[in-house]
């Protein structure tokens, strides 16, 4: 029966279909959900790893076992994974190894914007990328094909607008294949450079023969229309195109974009008389062309940065209205903020407060950044918080020790976080971090993680300590705060900026949002005590605002933390508790 899936949905339905048996992951957007839908068949081993990295050689470990694997992750997620990765390249696999790293063009829920397409050419693996739902749950049965047809991991790339739209698709019985016996193979699983530099030919044969499947691959097809113009394309550009041009363009959409074909492209141009390559981000495809000697635009006409839509290659190409494709008016802009009740915006208020330096991790407690707290000086990537502080302290010495913390999240605490803890134990910066723990990972959506005592399925799991752990690395100042309370976390965050020697804080608080958690009731306004000074504003808390310089409390947002009652000296935020 045909359904209407999410794309990351249908990936999901690919494994389980191709008969995946061990999948490990680290949630992030926009590839989280392939793992969470995963999950839910009971046939298929599944697990929230401490990181990318782990993940994949988790996934490496299964498929050497001889059993189908799988790994996902979005794209600085592959950063992280990069050296397996490109090792696994060398060694080849048993059964099929899978990777999905999902990509998001225009930064919607990212740092950076990097095309993965440059890791699968630079670790020499195939790389598929689906334009729709049905795309995706099948290239990733042709995926483990591939992997275990030329004994090699195989990436598939997603991207926010193919994880994040519905389609129509089919799906399809679950085969499981044979459990491929483990055989000890020193020269081709164990490298070091004696037997590395004997595996490289065999990657470089490998790419040649990918390239001539690339030729003939149903992942690659012609659709034959108007031959005044020819379109090389793929994954969603695919789609923009199909919209914008229709049967008026002839297109040649490339499912495998590494390695790409040699002899379809050359035929492709020679039937059209002139050609233009669509896609996101990098010029991969259109240098490739270039290479083979064919004559094109791409990134002269279109942008390197940004998502496409249909609208933008109409104007670019076409010089069309703007908006010829848009659906309606413009929604407007909604910011991200802290959600009412955050625990981390008391802790932030605090650093803010005390004129704190401060460097600052990936999580939803990134938007500490934001006006009005400002309170953040640095996001670079995973972890890097600690290993920053410890770097600055050591440049700037007492100058800078007083006065400078490090924030890190619990989840991101334990994919990177550890290693800078413990270069700060091990090279003595007198340096502050404060493990921001919400018990939960908050910015991908509620995932389990280490420090929460429940895997990805809910049931009891080992459960770290992180008091425990952070005294086991070194440290003899560890503290705890409830960052609902201001005068206790702004008492601990001086003393601890104060002493002579590391400290981590834990501030410690379940994320509001957590269905556990039970909130008290809504904050009301005493209107004759509000002076209208907007004290309460500096918090950037969504459920407060002003009106007629008088405080105004959304009861449909406000879970009564309190927060803004503490820095109210006149009485008007009251408990709304009869």
């Known amino acids: 029966m045909k359904q209407l899936m999410l794309g990351n949905k249908a990936f999901a339905r690919g494994l389980y279909e191709a008969g995946c048996s061990v999948v490990s992951s680290y949630p992030g957007t926009p590839s989280t959900e392939v793992t969470e839908e995963i999950a839910k068949y009971d046939e298929v081993y599944c697990e929230w790893a401490p990181n990318e990295k782990v993940a994949m050689e988790v996934a490496f470990g299964a498929c050497l076992a001889g059993k189908r694997s799988f790994c996902g992750m979005k794209h600085v997620g592959l950063n992280v994974a990069a050296d397996p990765l490109y090792t696994c390249s060398y060694t080849g696999v048993n059964a099929g190894m899978v990777i999905c790293v999902a990509d998001d063009p225009g930064m919607h829920s990212s740092q950076n914007e990097q095309d993965s397409r440059h890791h699968a050419i630079a670790a020499k693996v195939p790389m598929l990328e689906p334009s729709d739902s049905a795309e995706a749950l099948e290239f990733v049965k042709t995926a483990y094909e591939i992997s275990e047809t030329f004994d090699t991991p195989v990436i598939i790339k997603m991207c926010t607008r193919v994880a994040h739209s519905q389609s129509v698709v089919v799906p399809g019985e679950r085969v499981v294949p044979k459990q491929k016996p483990y055989e000890k193979k020193i020269q081709k699983y164990v490298m070091m450079p004696g037997n590395a530099i004997r595996r490289h030919p065999f990657v470089e044969e490998r790419t040649r023969k990918l390239i001539e499947y690339a030729e003939t691959s149903p992942l690659n097809?012609?659709?034959?229309?108007?031959?005044?113009?020819?379109?090389?394309?793929?994954?969603?550009?695919?789609?923009?195109?199909?919209?914008?041009?229709?049967?008026?363009?002839?297109?040649?959409?490339?499912?495998?974009?590494?390695?790409?074909?040699?002899?379809?492209?050359?035929?492709?141009?020679?039937?059209?008389?002139?050609?233009?390559?669509?896609?996101?981000?990098?010029?991969?495809?259109?240098?490739?062309?270039?290479?083979?000697?064919?004559?094109?635009?791409?990134?002269?006409?279109?942008?390197?940065?940004?998502?496409?839509?249909?609208?933008?290659?109409?104007?670019?190409?076409?010089?069309?209205?703007?908006?010829?494709?848009?659906?309606?008016?413009?929604?407007?802009?909604?910011?991200?903020?802290?959600?009412?009740?955050?625990?981390?915006?008391?802790?932030?208020?605090?650093?803010?407060?005390?004129?704190?330096?401060?460097?600052?991790?990936?999580?939803?407690?990134t938007l500490g950044a934001v006006a009005p707290l400002a309170a953040m000086d640095m996001t670079l990537c995973m972890g890097a918080s600690i290993s920053a502080v410890h770097g600055f302290n050591k440049a700037s010495g007492e100058e800078s020790e007083g006065k400078t913390v490090a924030v890190i999240g619990d989840s991101t605490f334990m994919h990177s976080g550890m290693t800078g803890l413990a270069n700060v134990a091990y090279n003595q910066s007198n340096s502050t971090i404060i493990i921001l723990d919400n018990s939960i990972t908050g910015m991908t959506g509620h995932q389990q993680n280490p420090t929460t005592g429940y895997n990805i399925k809910g049931d009891p799991a080992g459960k770290i300590d992180l008091e425990a752990l952070c005294r086991a690395m070194g440290f003899n100042r560890v503290a705890v705060v409830d960052p609902y309370n201001l005068e206790e976390c702004d008492?601990?965050?001086?003393?601890?900026l104060a002493a002579d020697e590391p400290s981590v804080i834990i501030s410690r608080r379940p994320?509001?949002?957590?269905?556990?958690?039970?909130?008290?009731?809504?904050?009301?306004?005493?209107?004759?005590?509000?002076?209208?000074?907007?004290?309460?504003?500096?918090?950037?808390?969504?459920?407060?605002?002003?009106?007629?310089?008088?405080?105004?409390?959304?009861?449909?947002?406000?879970?009564?933390?309190?927060?803004?009652?503490?820095?109210?000296?006149?009485?008007?935020?009251?408990?709304?508790?009869?």
């Open 221 to 365: 097809r012609v659709e034959m229309g108007g031959t005044a113009l020819g379109i090389i394309t793929s994954s969603t550009c695919y789609q923009y195109a199909k919209e914008v041009y229709g049967e008026n363009a002839s297109i040649l959409k490339l499912g495998m974009v590494n390695p790409l074909p040699v002899k379809l492209i050359r035929d492709f141009a020679a039937k059209v008389e002139k050609l233009i390559v669509i896609e996101e981000l990098d010029p991969i495809i259109e240098n490739h062309c270039k290479q083979l000697g064919l004559t094109l635009s791409g990134k002269d006409l279109l942008p390197i940065c940004g998502e496409f839509s249909q609208n933008l290659i109409a104007e670019k190409i076409e010089g069309k209205c703007a908006d010829c494709y848009s659906l309606g008016e413009q929604l407007p802009g909604r910011p991200p903020v802290m959600c009412a009740g955050c625990p981390h915006r008391g802790l932030f208020y605090t650093l803010s407060k005390n004129k704190c330096t401060v460097l600052g991790d990936i999580g939803c407690y």
């Open 491 to 496: 008492k601990v965050l001086k003393e601890e």
């Open 511 to 578: 994320c509001a949002l957590l269905k556990y958690v039970k909130h008290k009731a809504p904050l009301k306004v005493a209107v004759d005590n509000c002076v209208g000074c907007k004290s309460c504003m500096r918090l950037g808390c969504p459920a407060i605002s002003v009106k007629d310089k008088k405080a105004v409390i959304d009861t449909t947002l406000c879970v009564g933390c309190g927060v803004c009652q503490q820095m109210c000296k006149f009485d008007a935020l009251q408990s709304g508790e009869e």
